[in-house]
Structure formats: C-alpha cells, structure tokens
C-alpha cells in the first residue's frame, strides 16, 4: 500500500466547541423486554445502558442549534465572521433543502458564507471538520463551522434500535493561534467502496450487513487508516493522552484499542456510547466534546471517526492553557448527560411519530 506523507498543518486549531444531547433516554433493557429477548443479556453484550431520544419538536438542525450556540458562546466571535458552515448528517429533515443554511440563518451567520450538507454516513461530522481545516490553512476563511448531527434512526425490532441515538457535536476553527483551544497538526483519510450498511432514497429506515459491519467495515478502516496517518505523520499510539473512536457500541472501540495497543485509559474519557447509545455523525464528535471538557493543557488527541460505505477520518490535536478558561463558557457535556428524563417503549414510539 502507497503510504503518503502527511503535510503538518500550520495556521488552523479548534476556537470553539459544544455538545447537545436530549435529555429523554430509554434503557436498552426495556427495548430488549418489548422485544422477548433475554433480561439484560443486550444490554451487557453492546455495553450500552440507555440512549437518547429526540423529542417531537427535535430533529438534526435544532439539535444542531443547540450545539452550534455553545461553540460560539465559547468562541467568543461574531458568528458574521465565520465564513464557512458544513452540517454532517444521516437524517436532514430535507431530501432537498440544505440544513446548513437553516443553522446558519439560527446562528446569525452570513449572508457571505459558503454553506453544505454532508452525508457519509457517521463521519459526515468529521469530514466537515477536514473541509474547513483545508479553507482556514489555504487562507481562504477566517473561522469556520462544522457539525455532526443525528435523530439517528432504525426499524422496530431491528438490531440498530438498540443502540441508534440522537444528538450534536459543533466545532468552530480558526486562524488566529491566540485563539486556539486546541491546534489541529494532521489530518487524513480512509476509504473504499464496502456497502455495510445503507438507506435506499425513499426509505424509512437504514438496512445493514449485520456482523459484516465489523471486520472489514469498521475494523479494517479504522485500524489500516490509523496506521497510515500514524506512518505519514511520523507519530505512535503512545504519543497520545486521549484518543477517541467511533462507538457504533462499547465493545468495538474496546476491541479497536486492544489491536493498536492502546490503553483503555487513553480511551476512557471519551467513551460515552453506553450513556446516549451511537448518535452517529455525533457519536466521535460527542466523544472529543466530553475530552475537551475535562482534558488538562499540553495534551495530545487522536480522533478517529469511522463512516459506513465506507471511510475513517483521522486528526490529531494538542491542547492550549486556553482551553481551560474558555470551556467555563456554557454547559459541559456532562450537564446534558446528566439532566435526563427516562421514558418507556410506548412513549419512546409516540415522540419518534410511530403511533
């Protein structure tokens, strides 16, 4: 295989950031009851306890709202400034009609930005953060904003409804190196064509190849694509504080680790699947939300979002002492984590609209 070498990144980093998840949550329990299967056997098999459900008036823009708030809170810019918006998602409310500029009108940005929605399936997030890494280091933008949102959404009965939730991560980058919160070095990405999972136009709800989602789906993009950028940007595993993987379910990202020789402490701040399930285009970038909430300055982040059909994207960071002054700014992850209502089967169908 050709390995590349990754050019360091000199002039972008991360000036704001925010997490939004809903605060109903139904446990995988009362799923798996409805259902006849055994008491807490799923549960415990995907290491997930409950997830997030949207309630009637939430889809991926208002979740994305409410994230994209935070992050500007917490940038402290005019939103006028930022000159780029990408919203990466599976369920934009249109077929035709970007979300992007929905968030952006909410936001109080433009009208001089460059708007677009993104669908790879749960690294369409990711891949916006990429895009505007690129603009901000071409000189092009000045800020730009990127977000991954879900309602994420399965069938009744099926596998994914165990583990499909809902929620927004938003980043804001920039150029300005005092402004930084953390600064992005690298970035890079995996792909080839594996259909392991898709939704047909039209379709209701996402069809997947059941356990042919994980070994050359999940694990080989994420493992072959960690080592390339490790390769191509002359770094190592060890070099990393926190890292953080797609949590499709608990066990993967686990596994993932085992393979590449990582610690589970160096996973374990991000590991929020078993609170909200995998919120998809949000699950990574939810996951380096509660990291920044809680990491020290002078740290090392290795992200890696894995997106269906398929592809990895990969980006290392390190953080600034600026990070900790400003992430005071508007509520922590951990505040949404935390304020939640559970709900039982028939009221998680009434607020998804199938009754």
């Known amino acids: 295989m050709y390995m590349k070498k990754l050019k360091k990144l000199t002039r972008v980093g991360l000036v704001g950031y ?28 995907l290491g997930i306890r409950e997830k997030s459900v949207p309630d009637f008036d939430e889809d991926a823009v208002t979740m994305a709202v409410e994230a994209g708030k935070i992050a500007l809170m917490r940038a402290g810019i005019e939103p006028e400034k930022i000159g780029a918006v990408f919203i990466g998602s599976e369920s934009h409310p249109y077929a035709v009609k970007p979300s992007a500029t929905i968030v952006a009108e909410a936001l109080g940005i433009g009208p001089d930005y460059l708007a677009a929605d993104l669908e790879f399936a749960c690294k369409a997030g990711s891949a916006g953060i990429q895009l505007v890494a690129a603009l ?34 938003a980043f804001i980058l920039g150029r300005k190196s005092g402004e930084f919160l953390a600064q992005i070095d690298y970035f890079s990405s995996f792909s080839s064509n594996t259909p392991d999972f898709w939704r047909r136009n039209g379709a209701d709800f996402p069809s997947h190849g059941g356990r042919f989602t994980g070994e050359m789906a999940y694990f080989r ?7 390339c950028f490790l390769e191509g940007s002359e770094q190592k595993m060890t070099d990393f504080e926190e890292i953080i993987f797609h949590m499709p379910n608990l066990k993967f990202p686990l596994k993932l680790g ?35 909430d809680k990491v020290r300055k002078g740290k090392k982040i290795l992200l890696a979002a894995y997106g269906s059909g398929a592809g990895a994207d990969i980006l290392s960071m390190r953080t600034r002492s600026l990070l ?7 509520p922590k992850l951990s505040y949404f984590l935390e304020q939640k209502e559970e709900i039982d089967y028939s009221q998680y169908l009434r607020k998804g609209g199938y009754l």
Do not use: M
């Open 258 to 292: 085992q393979r590449l020789g990582v610690k589970e402490k160096q996973l374990k701040q991000g590991l929020i699947v078993k609170q909200i399930g995998n919120p998809y285009s949000a699950s990574s970038l939810l996951g380096l939300c509660q990291v920044l």
């Open 136 to 169: 901000l280091e071409a000189g092009q933008i000045e800020y730009g904003l990127a977000i991954g949102t879900d309602v994420a959404q399965s069938k009744k009965g099926d596998e994914l409804e165990y583990t499909a939730g809902a929620g927004a991560g």
């Open 324 to 330: 900790l002054t400003k992430r005071k700014r508007g």
């Open 221 to 227: 993009h994420l493992e072959e694509g960690i080592k």
């Open 18 to 45: 925010g997490g939004y998840v809903p605060r109903f949550r139904i446990k995988i329990d009362e799923i798996a009851q409805v259902w006849g299967k055994e008491d807490g056997k799923i549960s415990r098999g």
